[in-house]
């Protein structure tokens, strides 16, 4: 795994879990936050998945 795999799987993490925490208390805020983040650590991980994909492939 490379930095930017672990990075985006970890902000992914953390998204999901602000976006449960909102839905779970009402605050539609966090919950987009939550939705935002956890979008934006997938977009990273994908990211470092086509950079692993390539050094590989090489």
């Known amino acids: 795994m490379n ?33 935002v983040q956890k979008a934006g650590g997938k977009i990273q991980a994908g990211y470092g998945d086509l950079k692993k994909d390539v050094k590989d492939s090489t």
């Open 3 to 35: 930095k930017d795999q672990i990075k985006g799987r970890f902000e992914e993490t953390k998204g999901k879990v602000k976006q449960v925490t909102g839905k779970a208390v009402g605050n539609r805020e966090l919950e987009h936050k939550g939705r």
